[in-house]
């Protein structure tokens, strides 16, 4: 109900729809987090023959191990929604995805570790 005095609005009666309101609040308590915002991208990341381990430091640095070779590429890393850009310190740079709890990256599927 609008009522209105020299054409201005001076008393306004709205409803609330509860019902929609909590549609959209159920809405929002189900929506997926990316994996920047979980922090789940941090730890060792390992190929399935667990010949490429990347550790991904909580300070955005990673290291990755080859074989028997313990850090054979050092460098930063930086996570935007599920993409990931590597820049190790001779200043090569890659990049990945993470889909569905796996990083793709360069060719290579790595799982996290428990």
Do not use: C
């Not at 074989?67 to 590597?86: E, L, P």
């Amino acid at each position: 109900m609008l009522i209105f005095k020299n054409d201005s609005i001076v008393k306004v009666t709205a409803f609330l729809d509860t019902y929609e309101l909590s549609k959209l609040k159920d809405m929002s308590n189900n929506i997926i987090e990316t994996i920047e915002e979980s922090k789940a991208y941090i730890g060792m990341w390992v190929t399935e023959d667990g010949n490429i381990r990347h550790e991904l430091l909580p300070n955005k640095r990673y290291d990755e191990a080859r074989g028997n070779k313990k850090s054979s590429y050092q460098g930063d890393y930086k996570v935007t929604g599920n993409h990931i850009d590597y820049k190790d310190d001779t200043g090569f740079t890659a990049d990945g995805e993470f889909k569905n709890g796996i990083l793709y990256h360069a060719g290579m599927i790595l799982y996290k570790e428990n």
